[in-house]
C-alpha cells in the first residue's frame, strides 16, 4: 500500500470517527437544550394557572390551543402534591393526528379541593428543528469528508510528485551508463536532502565499479600471459621425452587445472564484456535453425546418457548477437545433459515469446541463488558461471529467465517480451 493511500485511509476514518462523534454530541446538546426549553415553557403555563387561581378563586378554563392542551380533574386529598414532567403524545384537532408531545402534570389547591392540572405541549416543533440541525451537521460533515478526499487526491499527489520522479529515475538508473541522476526541483527540503543523498550514493556506486571494471580488465590482461605461457611449456615438456606413470599423472593434473583456469578466466572476461555492453554485433537469429544446430552438436552426449530429447518449435527470429545466442543455447543444453540422470528426458520449446528447457534430474540446493556466480550443486563439476553468463546475456536483451522445480522435473524459461 502506498504512503498517500495509508496517509488517505488514517486521515479519513480518524476524521469520521470524530465527526460522528461530535455529531452526535452535539444531537444529544441540542436536544437537550431544546426540551429544557420545552419544560421552561410548561413551568411558565403552570404559573400563570397558579397566579390565576390565586386571584380569581377559581380555575382557568379548559383550553385546547394549536400547540398546547390544559386539562383539570380533582383528586383526593390524600393524594399528595404532584409535580413531574413526562414524554406523552398530543392530539392535533387541527391535522388530527396524534403526534409527540411533553407534559407537566402538578397539583394545586382550591378552595379545600385538591386539582390535577395537566399541561401538555406538542413537541413537534422541536423535534423538526433537531431534525434539521442533524440533517445540517451530517450535510457539514459530508462536504468535510469530500473536501478532505479531493484535497488528500490532488493536494497530496502533488507534494509527493518529486519523491516518485526520482524513484522512477532511480529505477532506471544503471551505473554501467555513467549517467547521473536528474535532481527535480522542488521546495521540500526533506525531497531536496533525499536528490542529494540519492546523487551521491550513485556516484560512490559510480567510483566503486570503474574501480572493479578497471581491476578486472587489468586481471583479465595480466593472466592471458602467463597462462599463455604455462600451456606452451606444458606442450612442449610433454612432447620432449617420456616420464613415469606419477610424472605422467602429476602433469595431466596440472594439464587440466591450467585447462579449468584458463576457462574461468575467458567466462570472466565474457562476464566483463557483457556486462560493460562491448559485444554489438546483433542481427537477427533464427533460434529454431539455431536450436536445431545446437541439438546435432550435442547429439553424441544424448546418447552416451540414453537422454529422449522432444522438440516443439516454431519458426523464432530474435534480434542479438549471434555469439552471445550460441553461448547462451549452449549452457541451456549444456545444463541439461550435466544434471540429467541416466534414461532421463529433455524437453525443448520454443515459441516467439518463450524459450522453455525442461530436463529430468536430482532436487537441488541452490533454487534461490541459481543464477549467482559460482553457484552450483556439490555433484557439479562445472565452475558456477554458467548461468550467470546466461542470466547476463537475458539482462543484456531485456529477456527474462526464470527457473522452476516440479517433482523431477527442472524448468529454466526465457521470455523474449516481458511484460515487466
Not at 473536501?147 to 519523491?163: E, G, Q, V
Not at 572476461?269 to 542481427?283: V, Y
Not at 515469446?353 to 553457484?375: A, C, E, H, M, W
Request: proline fraction near 2%; hydrophobic fraction near 40%.
Amino acid at each position: 500500500m502506498k504512503l498517500s493511500a495509508r496517509y488517505n485511509r488514517v486521515n479519513l476514518l480518524t476524521s469520521l470517527i470524530i465527526l460522528l462523534i461530535t455529531g452526535v454530541i452535539y444531537y444529544i446538546v441540542i436536544h437537550f437544550i431544546l426540551l429544557d426549553k420545552l419544560d421552561k415553557d410548561l413551568a411558565v403555563e403552570e404559573n400563570e394557572i397558579r397566579q390565576y387561581t390565586k386571584a380569581y378563586q377559581k380555575l382557568p378554563l379548559p383550553a385546547s390551543y394549536l400547540d398546547q392542551q390544559v386539562s383539570y380533574k380533582p383528586i383526593h386529598k390524600d393524594s399528595g402534591g404532584v409535580r413531574e414532567f413526562s414524554y406523552t403524545t398530543y392530539l392535533n384537532t387541527k391535522e388530527n393526528e396524534i403526534e409527540p408531545g411533553r407534559s407537566l402534570v402538578t397539583t394545586v389547591s382550591l378552595q379545600g379541593k385538591i386539582y390535577q392540572i395537566t399541561i401538555t405541549k406538542s413537541r413537534v416543533e422541536s423535534e423538526d428543528l433537531v431534525r434539521i440541525i442533524l440533517l445540517i451537521t451530517l450535510g457539514v460533515t459530508v462536504v468535510l469528508l469530500l473536501s478532505l478526499i479531493l484535497i488528500n487526491r490532488f493536494m497530496l499527489n502533488r507534494l509527493w510528485k518529486p519523491f516518485y520522479i526520482t524513484l522512477q529515475r532511480m529505477k532506471a538508473f544503471e551505473v554501467a551508463k555513467m549517467d547521473r541522476i536528474k535532481e527535480e526541483p522542488t521546495k521540500i527540503d526533506e525531497f531536496n536532502e533525499l536528490n542529494q543523498s540519492v546523487n551521491a550514493m550513485a556516484e560512490r556506486v559510480r567510483q566503486d565499479y570503474k574501480e572493479l571494471k578497471s581491476f578486472t580488465d587489468n586481471a583479465s590482461h595480466e593472466m592471458m600471459t602467463p597462462l599463455a605461457v604455462i600451456n606452451s611449456k606444458l606442450d612442449s615438456l610433454l612432447q620432449t621425452e617420456s616420464f613415469t606413470e606419477q610424472q605422467g599423472t602429476l602433469l595431466e593434473d596440472i594439464y587440466l587445472a591450467t585447462g579449468k583456469l584458463s576457462r574461468l578466466h575467458q567466462s570472466l572476461l565474457l562476464l566483463a564484456k557483457i556486462e560493460n555492453n562491448l559485444i554489438s554485433d546483433a542481427q537477427e537469429i533464427d533460434f529454431k535453425e539455431l536450436i536445431e544446430a545446437k541439438t546435432r552438436q550435442f547429439k553424441e552426449l544424448f546418447e552416451k546418457d540414453n537422454l529422449t530429447v522432444t522438440f516443439e518449435l516454431e519458426q523464432t527470429e530474435i534480434n542479438m548477437s549471434r555469439y552471445l545466442a550460441d553461448i547462451l543455447l549452449n549452457n541451456l543444453f549444456s545444463n541439461a545433459v550435466r544434471h540429467n540422470r541416466s534414461g532421463g528426458q529433455i524437453s525443448i520449446m520454443l515459441t516467439s515469446d518463450l524459450l522453455t528447457f525442461s530436463n529430468t534430474g536430482k532436487n537441488i540446493q541452490v533454487q534461490n541463488r541459481l543464477f549467482d556466480r559460482f553457484s552450483k550443486s556439490t555433484e557439479s563439476e562445472g565452475m558456477g558461471l554458467g548461468l550467470a553468463i546466461t542470466k547476463q546475456i537475458c539482462n543484456l536483451y531485456g529477456f527474462k529467465i526464470d527457473y522452476e522445480q516440479i517433482d523431477e522435473s527442472h524448468i529454466f524459461t526465457i521470455c523474449f517480451k516481458p511484460t515487466t
